[in-house]
């Protein structure tokens, strides 16, 4: 099965082929490396940026003011925040320009903790970039929604903030991508040359090209709807990205109890699924809120706010949001790491607690 | 330069000078609430609207400005009223829907991409829309301008070195006006050096600084350096020098600078043209008149259009129904 | 009595004068004008910037890192966004050091609308603010508290956010600050100068010195104390900035039918009194939180997630918030600006909603 | 150059590429996780190191360093254990108690301003620390470092401007080693010109390009320059063309270039010992004998340190009890 970064490849490609994708850019995107995660090895219009982010949310809003499909990349999304102010002027431009500038691009940014990034190599940015209004914002989970999203976000003639999670990056999906070969077949098609020192690289890219596989297709996770990941009767995760599987995990020990789980990925945070969030909180009347961003100002408690404005005579508990710690960052030493994020163990305790708790 | 480009230019300068002293006046009221705009510019600012090419799409020009450009805009086309309209924040103001403050342009059928708020981003997009010429071919080029002190962000550096990106040079005319103040800061508290044009040097890009006071000047120059970005698909930074003639806005006290201390390129320009016969005092003076008369009847005319409503704060944030 | 502008000036003034600050400074902050909104007239260590928001955060956190003492001014909140890398660094220095550093810097900035200041002089700030870690955060609402909160951030060691309202900067408080002259007496003595032109007003100050009141003292808003606006009975509005005024007129109109409404204004976003909140909710059991910020993120989902947590059981409405529209920006028009921010009117039916709502 | 300081220079380069080697292998198991550092440029970096000031508060000189400066870091005095300790990211580390990358020092008694990961944002912060010694007087400076390709952001500009406003220009050196890469993208597909140093020129800055692999050059070159920022209390740019021995970092592959694709100073520096006989091969092959089995050493000694404890994550985000 293909990788997360294969996925993302492949839509990309699909995206110059077929969507009108005129530009794929960012720091080291283009050629010899084809991106720090390998995500945009071999497609014909990715370029290498300057080490630059503002120059590349700038360019690309300047590309999709003059009619481009652009789809850019921010290396990691710790370095989007020198951005914000762009960000907020992409978000606004159709609608300070009264609905005449369309601004149809994709900034594609890979977030999260969980591979001892260090405190520049963990930041999550969903929050911030919520509160930004103008965008929309997916963060999938799988390389299937993954290539489904970045086909929706291409199609889409708005901005979109397409995050995704550096833990998942090289992880296998379990679902096939329309299209997709087999997976050593794969890697030999798509997957660059690679060697021991730049050098090396760069001598045995020169010559290579990628076999694109030929069935693929322009299938989309539409924008907006959420996935149902398991269905339980006793109590509500709402979550998206790595904590998905954290949450599976956690929901198989409580079935050792006899509690079942259901559990909601959310896929995209804005315009993000209501309908799929408040059925299930009606259901099970309990619900936890599980991400890994810092908790104050956190999308979660955006979340709980409708829950509780929409469910607050259904609930039977108090509904809570687990969410990393209130610190700087996260430190490098696994320690910390583990302290500093939603771990299996922690979501096992508030689950509990959830259900233990009697009014 | 012939007679007629003269007259021209005398009657743009006046159609622009009575434009903003107008919105001035509505900003004291309830009528506009606030002004910013370009009295002491228009020796430059409209040359560079005649020279430009507005259109829709990679064919013609690109443009990122300046709140200082009204001159421009009315050299290109505009109707005044569509400026009026903006600044009594009408819904039929065309660039903003009532919602922007004066000279915030936006127009698409010209390329006119929106006027930001936040100082100097404009040349980080800009070289975005050149770099999509380049690759479309033709002779359309981008043309970005800002203030002197502006030019202290990061996004000064930026735009030059975006556009002069080793075989992906592209065609921006990057311009300064540099009136020598940010509000209150003056130039020499905060600039190092004698021009700011200079420092395109540093990426290869070729420059230059002139008097855009000066009608001839700024019109000969300007030809030759939009010829160079069309013909070369080059950058280009042109840094011209200009007067702040009713201070920075009207919340810093929008009234003339006293008398003599700042160029005012509009008289010079008339003085010119009379001595040179080219127009009369007489139709001068009356040319100011007729345009004050016509501006205060496009205000009476603008302000019985309807008012943005409430509801309309949603409109246009996303595109829906694609 | 002093106007918000006349009291951060002499707070200001008593900074250099006895706290040690070292730099006032930011765009047009020294001569000749004393910052756009007057803030920081005649004050010796006044000093004007380079229009660059980037270069002010970084040059504060330089001198905060070689032991001076600075407050540094971004012009407008609007303004601040492309500084939040920045931001975030000077959040995090003291930690990623481990405790080595100190940054003992207060950066100010004016927010909000209320002024016809169209999309770029209305924004709100302290959502994302309040998301970086390691600042704190103040948002005065009255003269005396806007003098005893600078002060008290003046003295801080740590980085202090201090946002005050652009609406209410020239509005005069209803309390003396200790040692504040006579009202004409204190704008003879403090207010610099004016005339018609740049070129008068420079001419008028060049010879101009401010008589600073002698009689002025280190009073301290502490900072983390919410205060107590007004008392009531039946329903508890936490709130701060302007809209603690907006929230009294309300109360004002409910009092009418017999409702008495608990108006808390918590003074400081970062660390926020949990006390005098939760105190004030179990009593009312009603809560409606309040500010004019975009509604995705926003600071009072964060002060909703806490109140639910610990108040849940003692709530007997669903808790609310009411903030501003979830639009790219406030328009000019006045009909525009009344329908993107809460009005007397908004508050006034959520807040009959509230009272209202039958379980 | 004295005959102890070659030698001392060349001690110290092969201290720094055994400490560097040690960090390299550690970053390929969990002792590590992660490594990039400064080889290829010990030849620059150890002048850097001896000829600055550390100590603390204005008397000194303030740094605000890339992830490139362990050797100037060990020239200063550092204990290779220090640096051990980050990178195996002990309680007992130094700089950040475990919490940050390697290579990213902080010592508040030698003004040692955090490194940042953030690529260029020192170059914005720096002006601030000279500001304060410029005020303070003396002969302290401010050092401040960064590679090529970082540039390209913003503050490069910021940092040039905002040391020299007129009147407050401030005594800060900026440093850019220049290795032709960021990552992987080499530095003729993102310059525009030939010598990053010379934009200083548009601001009014006295700047110079030199070899930092070259020992002598550096040095000497160093020598002067400070002495202009200290004494002149202004602004100087320099630019040292260096190597990127080990690629980026561990991951992207930290392992040696191709034989002599770049310049090896230390093996040039070594060679050119020998030949002038002030140091023998043999001993210099037992210098890097003994240095490699002190770092295996120290590794041995500082693993065995405590781990930060999870509760930790909480201490030192605010000052309390003042
Ligand atoms: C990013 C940003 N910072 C601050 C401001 C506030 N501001 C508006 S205009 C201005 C001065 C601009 O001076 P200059 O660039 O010389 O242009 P001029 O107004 O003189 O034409 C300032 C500081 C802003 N609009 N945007
Ligand atoms: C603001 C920011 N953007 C991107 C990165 C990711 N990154 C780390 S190092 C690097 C390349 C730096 O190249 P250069 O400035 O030449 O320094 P060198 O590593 O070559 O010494 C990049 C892109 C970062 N750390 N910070
Ligand atoms: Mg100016
Ligand atoms: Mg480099």
Redesign the interface.
Known sequence: MATMAQALRMALHYGEEHLGVTDIFGEDVGPPLGGVFTVSQGLKTAWNSPLDERGIIGTALGLALAGQKPVCEVQFGDYIFNTIDLLKLVGNTRWSSNGQFEVPLVCMTIVGAGIHGSIYHSHSFESIAAHIPGWKIVLPSTPLDAYGLLISSIKDPNPVMFLYPKALIRVKGEELIPGEPEERELKRMIDAPTGPTLFHIEEARKSWKPQWPKGLTDYQVPIGKAKMVQEGRDITVVTYSRHVFLAKQAAAELANDGITTEIIDLRTLYPWDRDTVMQSVRKTGRVLVLNEDTPVCNFGEHILREINHHCFYELVARPRLLAGADVPGVGLHENLELASVPQVGDIVRELRAICSEVP | MKKELKLRILELMVTARCLEERMIKMSKSADG??WLGGPGEEAFNIPLGLLARPGR??DYD?FHFHYRNAATMLAMGMDPRDELRQAN??AT?????????VN?F???EWNV??V??????Q???????????K?HGGSGI?IVTCGD??T???????GL??A???GQ?VPVLFIVTNNR?????SY??????DSIA????????QWDVIDGTDVEVSYKRLTEVMNYVRTERKPFMLEAKVSRLY??SS???A????EG?ECDPMEVWAEKLIKQKVVTRKAYLEMIEAETQRMNEYLKEIKAEP?????????????EG?
């Open positions: 609430h606030f799409g990679l690109y924040n009408r103001d065309p660039f903003s829907g009532g919602r922007n403050f915030h936006a127009r698409v991409c929106p930001t708020s936040t100082i100097q981003t040349w980080t997009v800009a070289p975005g829309t050149a770099r999509a010429q690759r981008t002190a502006g202290a962000e990061g996004d000064f550096h930026i070195n975006w002069t990106q080793p040079e103040y940010g509000i209150s800061t020499d508290q905060v600039q190092p050096v200079e420092k395109a040097r540093g990426y290869g890009m201070g920075h919340s810093s006290g009234n003339r600078v006293p201390s008012a943005p409503t409430a509801e309309s704060i949603y409109d246009h944030i996303f595109k694609f």
